[in-house]
């Protein structure tokens, strides 16, 4: 099985991707609305989509006989709400906001805000109080587990896809790189703290495809 990613599919704010699962997989496009270029007509993602699957076949990435299946789309937020609790009530993962703005990603976010989400619910019910007064601790925990790592991916989504093909070839050529970017995405590792090393890192990358120098 191998996994397929797309930058800047047909020239959009996004990428392209297939997921391979274990009967079927995975294919689809997108794009963040907020570094798409206002300046230019904006594109049919349907249309997109459709000549997506046609570079797919003709790349023999898929089958000539391919035909996709229950094609949905959604709109999601991907920046964190302002504020994610009250009475009796805790938002967590996707209705929080809580997707990382440059990858789209959301599936650590949603399970460490679940975790978080349910611990406070846990106290909450032990003290007999469910008010937002209680709740507010919640949103003082995510910020602090990853919060400021969001905030700093928060930046760079309106220069999505500026450098980005450059950025991935440096990546298929440095696996120390890659594997910092990776988990920094991914949720594994802080960008916070691991920022520095990343820079670093690249720099390092920079250097050597440039000058063709091996470590």
């Not at 991707?17 to 794009?31: H, L, R, S, T």
């Not at 990858?103 to 109080?129: C, D, K, P, R």
């Amino acid at each position: 099985r191998i996994l397929h990613i797309f930058i800047k599919i047909k020239d959009i704010a996004g990428y392209g991707w297939i997921f391979p699962k274990k009967n079927y997989i995975n294919i689809g496009i997108g794009e963040f609305e907020s570094a798409v270029d206002k300046s230019k007509p904006k594109k049919n993602l349907k249309e997109v989509y459709s000549e997506y699957i046609s570079t797919l076949k003709k790349n023999n990435i898929l089958p000539k006989d391919f035909k996709s299946v229950k094609t949905k789309g959604a709109t999601l937020p991907i920046f964190p709400l302002e504020k994610t609790f009250a009475d009796r009530t805790i938002l967590c993962g996707d209705a929080a906001g809580f997707i990382n703005p440059i990858t789209g990603e959301g599936i650590y976010y949603a399970m460490t805000s679940g975790e978080i989400a349910a611990n406070v619910i846990s106290g909450s019910l032990e003290n007999q109080h469910t008010s937002e007064i209680y709740l507010s601790k919640y949103q003082k925990l995510w910020k602090k587990e990853f919060g400021k790592d969001l905030e700093i991916f928060g930046r760079f989504n309106k220069q999505w896809g500026k450098n980005s093909e450059q950025f991935v070839k440096l990546m298929a050529k440095d696996k120390k790189l890659a594997k910092l970017v990776i988990g920094a995405t991914g949720g594994q590792i802080s960008i916070s703290r691991y920022k520095s090393i990343i820079i670093l890192r690249y720099i390092f990358a920079l250097i050597k495809d440039r000058f063709g120098r091996e470590k």
